[in-house]
């Protein structure tokens, strides 16, 4: 099981029992770019689903040796080129600084290969407009990781009870998502807005991907956004609040809310919640804790017209997205994410950011 985890940057959740979805040898990637921890994450989530992992690289030599004591079997690049050169190699995974990640992906799908990337995928509408140009251009995956619903049991069954009808018409989604900072444990690039993003781009990702995935259209309409540095001034580089309102297409509403104020006591790296609103129900994720009663994580709330329900998730539903990830690579397929879907996200979090009001 996976414990409570004080640290979300280190957060890299594990799956029992996952059946691989191919054959050893069929399916190979490289991990390029150890900036967050997300990498270890990701990494887990297709070597449970059947990936084989074949290279890493990253210019920090100490980066190198960490990942390669979590995965001996991993052999070390001399360069980036080595890894993308390789003709084995199916997909490169990535946790590069934010900036940088549109770069290394349009050179990564210029080599042939599929591409990865923990959030924030971009930081610029233009790199944006140079993904969507590439994956056009290619063919290949721009696969985005939006952990906290791709990574998180209760999210995963979240969606399967709202296709099951089990709350109706979707009409609102509500996001939560407060994180530790940790800040000694945080790189330079952590504090500096050209580099992240905007906390809108950066974990408001996450929220706002739900939004548009529970509400079920990617189409949306940001009515209001805020953002603020409210106690972090020795870093004015900082957002460590922010919230956004959407509308979304189908008359359905998001809001989101994210932060950098977890407090001490809590045992884990954030109390992470989600409520869905539908015309016949409603659900409550606690994805990360059941505050002061479980420290467990995945707890779902359900309660509609037939029933009053808690119903615990955790190990129990596993974690789709990386074999289906995996199949759509080898079949030319769409079942983990559309590709239209993960650029919609992105496109929502940069023009949440541009529009923020910033409060003083």
């Known amino acids: 099981m996976n414990q409570p985890h004080h640290d979300g940057a280190t957060y890299a959740p594990t799956a029992k ?3 691989p979805v191919c054959q050893p040898g069929d399916f190979t990637f490289a991990a390029v770019g150890l900036d967050h921890g997300h990498i270890y994450g990701m990494c887990n989530g297709l070597l449970e689903a059947g990936a084989g992992l074949r ?3 990253d210019p920090d030599p100490a980066k190198v040796a960490a990942f390669r ?3 001996p079997d991993v052999k070390a690049a001399r360069s980036e080129r080595e890894a993308l050169d390789d003709p084995q190699v199916t997909l490169v995974a990535s946790a590069a600084i934010p900036v940088n990640r549109a770069d290394l992906g349009l050179r990564v799908l210029d080599h042939g290969k599929h591409y990865f990337t923990d959030k ?3 930081t610029t509408l233009d790199q944006l407009a ?6 056009s251009e290619t063919g290949k995956k721009y696969a985005i990781y939006y952990s906290e619903r791709l990574h998180s049991e209760s999210a995963v069954y979240a969606g399967q009870l709202i296709h099951d009808g089990a709350i109706g018409r979707v009409i609102q989604v509500m996001g939560m998502g407060p994180h530790r900072m940790n800040p000694a444990s945080r790189p330079d690039w952590f504090f500096d807005r050209s580099k992240y993003g905007g906390i809108l781009c950066d974990i408001g990702s996450h ?3 739900q ?5 079920g259209t990617d189409d949306a309409t940001i009515t209001s956004s805020r953002v603020a540095n409210y106690a972090h001034q020795e870093h004015p580089g900082l957002e460590d609040f922010g919230d956004v309102n959407v509308v979304l297409a189908n008359g359905a509403t998001g809001y989101c809310r994210v932060d950098w ?3 001490d006591a809590l045992g884990t790296w954030g109390d992470g919640r989600t409520f869905i609103l539908g015309t016949e129900g409603y659900l409550e994720l606690r994805k990360y804790t059941d505050v002061a009663r479980d420290p467990e994580a995945d707890h779902v709330y359900l309660v509609n017209h037939q029933t009053e329900r808690h119903i615990p998730v955790h190990g129990k539903v596993g974690y789709p997205f990386f074999g289906e990830l995996i199949r759509d690579c080898l079949d030319g397929t769409e079942h983990a994410m559309t590709q239209s879907h993960a650029f919609a996200a992105a496109e929502l979090c940069l023009r949440a950011q541009d529009q923020a009001v910033r409060i003083e």
């Open 120 to 122: 924030p995928p971009m």
């Open 55 to 57: 290279w890493v690289y």
């Open 130 to 135: 140079q993904a969507r140009a590439a994956t």
């Open 69 to 71: 004591e979590r995965y």
């Open 207 to 209: 929220q706002l991907e």
């Open 211 to 215: 939004v548009l995935f529970y509400g």
């Open 261 to 263: 104020f977890t407090p």
């Open 17 to 19: 029992n996952t059946k």
